[in-house]
């Protein structure tokens, strides 16, 4: 299983499943990253943590812990 956190930079992904429970998969999706969404990888920080994405037309930082619960197509 291939998780967003395991995506590089300049890769476009899409997003198979969204794991989690609850509140934590609910803020994901209110973050736009929902079943079949693309996202394009620009920046990762240099201890890989926070990882900047392109989705929908708009930049957006998400953190480790929230890449591991994306898995890519």
């Known amino acids: 299983m291939k998780t967003l956190k395991d995506a590089r930079v300049g ?3 899409t997003v198979a499943r969204l794991h989690g429970e609850g509140p934590v ?5 209110d973050m736009g990253i929902t079943k079949g969404t693309q996202l394009y990888v620009r920046k ?3 201890l890989g943590d926070p990882m900047e994405l392109n989705v929908r037309g708009y930049e957006l930082s998400v953190r480790k812990a929230d890449a ?3 898995e890519l197509a």
Do not use: C
Not at 25 to 29: E, F, N, T
């Open 68 to 70: 591991e619960m994306i």
């Open 25 to 29: 998969k609910r803020r994901i999706m």
């Open 44 to 46: 990762v920080a240099p």
């Open 11 to 13: 890769e476009t992904v």
